[in-house]
Nanobody
Framework: QLHLVESGGGLVKPGDSLRLSCTTSGVSLEPYAIGWFRQAPGKEQREEVACISHSEGSTYYADSAKGRFIVSRDNEKNTAYLQMIGLKPEDTGVYYC????????????????WGQGTQVTVSS
């Protein structure tokens, strides 16, 4: 099982950009698909944001992320990224990265390893 650590969250203004990182140590990230999910304030459920396959051959974006977010990975650094531009107040939430070897899509229940989350707050 992966031990994932997110970083890069913070308080930003609408229209700003952030890049979140998801890192593992001691285990190669390469065989794992990585997903980014967020939990908005007051909501019990996490929602998918973006996912990337282990081979970087395919990516998935939720409608809310299309055109503004880019998911990528650097397997040599054992790190995955979520570049976010044009942030909106509705992007506020705790962002989690998740990993699993056998994931084909971007469904929360399919991911077995989770980080602790990083807070993103978009407010003027």
């Amino acid at each position: 099982q992966l031990h994932l650590v997110e970083s890069g969250g913070g308080l930003v203004k609408p229209g700003d950009s952030l890049r979140l990182s998801c890192t593992t140590s001691g285990v190669s990230l390469e065989p794992y698909a990585i997903g980014w999910f967020r939990q908005a304030p007051g909501k019990e459920q996490r929602e998918e944001v973006a996912c990337i396959s282990h081979s970087e051959g395919s990516t998935y974006y939720a409608d809310s992320a299309k055109g503004r977010f880019i998911v990528s990975r650097d397997n040599e650094k054992n790190t995955a990224y979520l570049q976010m531009i044009g942030l909106k107040p509705e992007d506020t939430g705790v962002y989690y990265c998740a990993g699993d070897r056998w994931v084909a899509g971007c469904v929360e229940a399919d991911f077995s390893s989770w980080g602790q989350g990083t807070q993103v707050t978009v407010s003027s």
